[in-house]
């Protein structure tokens, strides 16, 4: 299964999961806009916070790259190397659509830490906050 459909289901899974745990909760849960730039808002200010301003030691040789104003229709954000951002990105993560459909690829999801970007991408999308 690609990974762009994968981290769809997984989303969608995700979603479901939140709107069941708010039936048995006795607070109400906030509702969040799933369109794809307020999706691509929370993705990237954790995204920042977590990997890139934390130290966080697979993302030191990177800098993030914001592009959340997008023409297309497909906010994204980039993690480009630190001394060299006008290099190829090392990571692509984009959302599009309402509810929004998200997708992330490049080298840093084929290396060692994939699973676990993917992991965070799906939490912070979902409304989860922190790292």
């Known amino acids: ?7 769809l289901a997984l ?12 039936c048995q909760s006795q607070r109400e849960a906030p509702v ?7 999706t691509m808002e929370r ?3 954790s995204a920042n916070a977590c990997w890139f301003k934390s130290g966080e ?3 030191k040789p990177y800098r993030l790259a914001p592009e959340l104003n997008s023409f297309s229709g497909r906010p994204r954000i980039l993690a480009v190397p630190r001394n060299s951002p006008e290099s190829r990105p090392v990571l692509v993560v984009q959302a599009e659509g309402s509810p929004a459909r998200l997708d992330a ?4 999801m084929n290396g060692a830490d994939g699973e676990r970007i993917k992991r965070d991408i799906l939490r ?8």
Do not use: D, E, H, Y
Not at 32 to 38: D, I, M, S
Not at 125 to 130: D, F, I, L, Q, S
């Open 105 to 108: 690829f490049g080298p840093l």
């Open 57 to 59: 030691a697979a993302f």
């Open 1 to 7: 299964m690609p990974f762009s459909t994968r981290i």
């Open 32 to 38: 969040q806009n799933r369109a794809a730039l307020p």
């Open 43 to 45: 993705v990237a200010l």
């Open 124 to 131: 912070w999308a979902g409304g989860a906050k922190g790292c």
């Open 11 to 22: 989303l969608s899974l995700a979603i479901g999961g939140l709107g069941l745990s708010a």
